[in-house]
């Protein structure tokens, strides 16, 4: 049987544990297709690039594993690239194949020809343009395994279609694409641990890469083993995270932070909140180490090069609960549960417009009577008072990169994942970079629920102009007011529902629930800021 280059791609991503992938088909890939054809590697076939490696990334977040999208080559790639910056920013494992002109016309003015690996590279962990057929499966795995390892992030792979339709006779074996374990030693380990237990008020912060099934389950075991809670931050909003309550009135009290794989920026206002602490830094980024180093100064107590998972295993082996702590960590547990009481009002069926955490609130009933559903959250002010409010289910939210849009793909890419029940909350403004996918969705037989708050404005960016410039000064961020978006769904062969009243809330996402089908449920609220938790 004739091998060709693009044969050695599937072997390579067979090898590698890969079952589907994310693809929107194009002239330099064709080769491809016709190679995944009985290889049973599913293509859930998408409507646009930029979705595919949305759905990549949520797919590699939900499973554990790594998300792969396949495009063609030049403007196919620069959509494509515009899903990276926020796999990167939330240390999502995600490969994306790109068709690519053919080598042997580079320079000469091939169809579609780019710098497609220089495109990528600012916002991808590594970018490469394959050499060789013959090589093209091992490429893969390297590729797989380098997203997989140290802080774990997206790679880009440029695939030349003369390397594609080569004839290859004897292809290199291709590796299974594991991670590189970057551990830390046992020894190092006690020392952290030897600190930890010997302050009074310590915090431990956890990277968007532990946000993962393993990554969740390595937490668990730390707090379990210390007695200290591990705080996820995986938000643009840093230590103002609606979802970590009033957390960041506990930082001026700490007396160490140890950072997980948790990188110092602005996520963290840089250190500078936590000003009496000292750090322990556990960074698989030599750079960003230094960096760390440059921000702390004095303050640095020890630094160490590992991986965020090996690092909170040899933690947990290092730990044992302090009852010295045990106040100070039942503390920061509560601060971080703390929600306003006047929000309890706001569940049920209050009367008027519905307020942003009335819909919330129904999600959260709806989700928490479906054990195991998964809940995704798209960014903007709609996105804060989901990530506040709804605590059950698989989370997936839009992460650090704090980009809106990513709410239909995330959750066609976290259904693929996990056969579950899934909430997709996001603002009219998110649902219209991708209400297309509605399409993906129907034909690929992965359904979820897209619920819109629906404010018929950009509201965060209303929110700016409202307190930098004044309410005379608010223009230009208006959406059209009662734009059916229900109807999108039911044109796509959904399910699609309109709510104007919080009476008719829990009964509308019941009904979109058990459809079946991909649905919509657009709810008029009233536009209000994210929720901004102070006590």
């Not at 994306?96 to 690996?117: C, I």
């Not at 054990?371 to 989901?386: A, K």
């Amino acid at each position: 049987m004739r091998r060709r280059g693009a044969d050695a791609v599937v072997a390579g991503l067979k090898a590698a544990g890969v079952r589907r992938i994310f693809s929107l088909s194009g002239n330099h890939i064709m080769e491809v297709y016709d190679a995944l054809l009985g290889s049973g590697i599913d293509i859930v076939h998408t409507r646009h690039e930029a979705a595919a490696v949305h759905m990549a990334d949520a797919y590699a977040r939900v499973s554990g594993g790594v998300g792969v999208a396949l495009v063609t080559g030049g403007q196919g790639h620069t959509n494509a690239v515009a899903g990276l910056p926020t796999a990167l920013a939330g240390e999502s494992p995600v490969l994306l194949l790109s068709g690519h002109a053919p080598l042997a016309e580079l320079g000469n003015g091939a169809f579609q020809e780019l710098p497609q690996a220089a495109m990528a590279a600012p916002v991808a962990k590594a970018s490469f343009t394959a050499q060789s057929a013959a090589g093209l499966g091992q490429e893969v795995a390297r590729c797989i395994a380098l997203a997989r390892s140290g802080r774990p992030g997206p790679v880009h792979l440029s695939l030349p279609t003369d390397l594609l339709e080569a004839e290859v006779a004897d292809p290199a074996p291709a590796g299974d694409g594991g991670a590189i374990g970057m551990p830390l030693s046992a020894g190092t380990a006690a020392i952290i641990g030897a600190a930890v237990m010997a302050s009074a008020r310590p915090l431990l912060l956890a990277p968007p890469a532990l946000c993962s099934p393993a990554g969740e389950a390595a937490l668990l075991a730390l707090e379990a083993a210390s007695g200290l809670p591990a705080i996820r931050m995986n938000s643009p909003r840093g230590l103002a995270d609606p979802s970590l309550g009033a957390f960041a009135e506990l930082l001026p009290e700490a007396d160490l932070v140890v950072l997980l794989g948790k990188p110092l920026d602005f996520t963290s206002r840089f250190g500078r909140t936590a000003a009496r602490a000292r750090f322990v830094v556990l960074e698989p980024e030599p750079a960003l180490l230094g960096r760390a180093q440059r921000l702390l100064g004095e303050r640095l107590l020890l630094g160490a090069v590992c991986d965020a998972m090996s690092a909170t295993t040899a933690l947990a082996a290092a730990l044992q609960p302090t009852a010295a702590q045990a106040a100070w960590a039942e503390r920061v547990r509560e601060t971080i549960a703390w929600r306003p009481a006047e929000w309890a009002a706001l569940a049920g069926a209050p009367d008027g417009p519905i307020h942003p955490a009335t819909l919330c609130h129904a999600i959260e009933a709806a989700l928490a009577a479906r054990p195991g559903g998964i809940f995704v959250c798209d960014g903007g002010e709609i996105g804060q008072w989901g990530q506040s409010i709804v605590r059950s289910g698989t989370r997936v939210t839009n992460g650090v990169a704090g980009a809106i849009g990513v709410g239909n793909p995330f959750a066609i890419g976290a259904r693929a994942a996990k056969a579950a029940p899934a909430i997709a909350l996001m603002g009219d403004g998110s649902f219209g970079f991708h209400m297309a996918e509605l399409d993906t969705a129907a034909r690929h037989g992965l359904p979820y629920v897209a619920v819109i708050g629906n404010d018929s404005r950009w509201n965060a960016e209303h929110q700016i102009q409202l307190r930098d410039y004044g309410a005379n000064r608010a223009h230009g961020c208006e959406l059209a007011p009662g734009t059916r978006y229900e109807l999108v769904a039911q044109a796509m062969g959904g399910h699609g529902e309109a709510v104007e009243h919080a009476r008719d809330l829990v009964p509308a996402l019941d009904r979109a629930l058990a459809s079946g089908r991909p649905a919509v449920v657009n709810v008029a609220i009233d536009g209000r800021p994210a929720p901004n938790l102070k006590r």
